[in-house]
T-cell receptor
Framework: NAGVMQNPRHLVRRRGQEARLRCSPM?????VYWYRQLPEEGLKFMVY????????ESGMPKERFSAEFPKEGPSILRIQQVVRGDSAAYFC????????????FGSGTQLSVL | AQSVTQLDSQVPVFEEAPVELRCNYS??????LFWYVQYPNQGLQLLLK??????LVKGINGFEAEFNKSQTSFHLRKPSVHISDTAEYFC?????????????FGQGTRLTINP
């Protein structure tokens, strides 16, 4: 039973480019969460999605960031026109039926903006 | 809103010595509490959690934590550490509110085990 799969592990982008981060939840999990970890800081909640629905995006920056979790395929976190301050580790977690006490985290995507 | 404070950013310890990683939280409502471990270049792994019941919680790898409601603390302990315990440790809380889904994390404590 594969865990939460994130790809790519490392992503390098130049300022102004777009970054797409992918997350495949654990088998049987239909709830996905995205967290961001800035250097020397803890994880900060960004968004919570169920299949085809955004449930809570209170942690998402208002501009340039979007997330989706389509009926088929992985969840995507999209960052448009990246800036250096977007450099961080982005972690995806999944849970069964929205039980936040049963979160399983992926290994993260390290985004570096040049 | 909730907040979590991990009082030590770095803790160096000798192998086989005991360790305590401190965590305090602030919340106007009851919370669930968690400790996660992050090994280098890996994602977070759940060590243990407190949902209800006994305030002393035992987790994986010999770790335990005690929930103290009056002091709003959830300190993590291990009686004898091993080199393999070198990692970053995060304390987290989530409010026990219908519909609440996000975890609030502390800044992390880097545990370094020296031989």
């Amino acid at each position: 039973n594969a865990g939460v799969m994130q790809n790519p592990r490392h992503l390098v982008r130049r300022r102004g480019q777009e970054a797409r981060l992918r997350c495949s939840p654990m088998k049987g999990h239909s709830h996905v969460y995205w967290y961001r970890q800035l250097p020397e800081e803890g994880l900060k909640f960004m968004v919570y999605l169920q299949k085809e629905n955004i449930i809570d995006e209170s942690g998402m920056p208002k501009e340039r960031f979007s997330a989706e979790f389509p009926k088929e395929g992985p969840s995507i976190l999209r960052i448009q026109q990246v800036v250096r301050g977007d450099s961080a580790a982005y972690f995806c977690a999944s849970s069964p039926a929205g039980f936040r006490e049963k979160l399983f985290f992926g290994s993260g995507t390290q985004l570096s903006v040049l | 809103a909730q907040s979590v404070t991990q009082l030590d950013s770095q803790v160096p310890v000798f192998e086989e010595a005991p360790v305590e990683l401190r965590c305090n939280y602030s919340s106007s409502v009851s919370v669930y509490l968690f400790w996660y471990v992050q090994y280098p270049n890996q994602g977070l792994q759940l060590l243990l959690k407190y949902l209800s019941g006994s305030t002393l919680v035992k987790g994986i790898n010999g770790f335990e934590a005690e929930f103290n409601k009056s002091q709003t603390s959830f300190h993590l302990r291990k009686p004898s550490v091993h080199i393999s315990d070198t990692a970053e440790y995060f304390c987290a809380v989530t409010p026990i509110i219908q519909g609440a889904q996000k975890l609030v994390f502390g800044q992390g404590t880097r545990l370094t085990i020296n031989p």
